[in-house]
């Protein structure tokens, strides 16, 4: 999966998972313990309304691979879905456009 197709970290990594061998079991699990916290929490944000941290959006990338760039892209779609104003939010989404063109480059 091409995550700068994508403007929702949390479909991005389900789909990402969906997509693996045997749907991807096993691999929820997997993240809880490389982000340090408890399946349950893992669960309730990507089938919840829970968030990623920046760090823990970090930390995702590194255990999927994703490039600098990628890596970057992923964060500011974290950062947008916990973005507490409008004006922010939309700050973020105009990097995250200037992200993607880069990522066509």
Do not use: C
């Amino acid at each position: 999966m091409d995550v700068f197709e994508f403007k929702d970290y949390k479909e991005f990594i389900n789909r990402t998972i969906e997509a693996m061998p045997k749907k991807g079991y096993g691999t929820y699990r997997k993240i809880a313990h490389h982000l340090s916290i408890n399946s349950v929490m893992v669960s309730q944000i990507f089938k919840g309304d829970r968030h990623l941290t920046s760090e823990q959006a970090h930390r995702i990338s590194e255990f999927f691979g994703l490039n600098e760039l990628a890596t970057d892209y992923f964060i500011l779609l974290v950062q947008i879905q916990r973005a507490g104003t409008h004006t922010y939010k939309s700050r973020l989404e105009k990097k995250l456009e200037e992200l993607r063109a880069k990522s066509r480059d």
